[in-house]
């Protein structure tokens, strides 16, 4: 394996909401995603979620509070806890999370990718 | 949990070579570590290694070549192979890595560090 640049890596990413894995380690993956707009409500049942921005604003909405990241700030969601992550402008988020989570967790609708990319 | 701002944590720690936890999940942590000058050659038998640099510069020595990492950059160190991280200057480094991990690998020695701190 190579290094990864992330603005480099970000850079090629032409679609919302749809994760591209940078990198597999221990049964996890390094995941980037650029977002805008609102996610759909969902949770993952055995998954924890990190959310890690790179550039822009996140809004992960959680049913008793928001949480909201800037550039270099984590959040981590525990598993099972409904969350909805939300960017105004446009965001680059890197997810880290085992290799099996899907993005739209509970639920499987048009907004649900499977067979990611690698970037 | 809260969300964890890395510049903020970063400026936190005090020692070098001595990973914090920052995060936690799926058996997974998220360490922060400041790092200065050499470290030792090791590997870690069963766990892959990831390093990303949120500030300065780092070396991973590997037997067969270097990788040079800045700023938002990451490298992946697979199960098994020996390295030797270095940063002339001082660099900020996230970790992701099996809870289990041990900083030397597969030695134990002045340099191991066990029952890390959260920062």
């Known amino acids: 394996m190579d ?11 032409n679609e919302f ?3 591209q894995i940078a990198g597999e380690l221990n049964g996890q993956q390094l995941r980037l995603a650029k977002l805008k707009g609102e996610f759909v409500w ?6 924890d979620e990190l959310f890690l921005v790179i550039r822009g604003r996140l809004i992960i909405h959680l049913r008793d509070k928001d949480v909201e990241l800037r550039e270099g700030e984590f959040f ?7 969350h909805q992550p939300e960017s105004p402008g446009e965001a680059w988020v890197v997810l880290f999370e085992p290799a099996e989570t899907l993005n739209t967790g509970n639920l499987e609708n048009e907004r649900t990718k499977r067979n990611l990319g690698h970037i």
């Open 42 to 47: 969902h949770h993952h049942e055995n998954e």
């Open 76 to 82: 981590i969601v525990p598993r099972g806890v409904e």
């Open 3 to 13: 290094k990864i640049n992330l603005a480099e890596a970000f850079s090629r990413i």
């Open 17 to 19: 909401w749809s994760p």
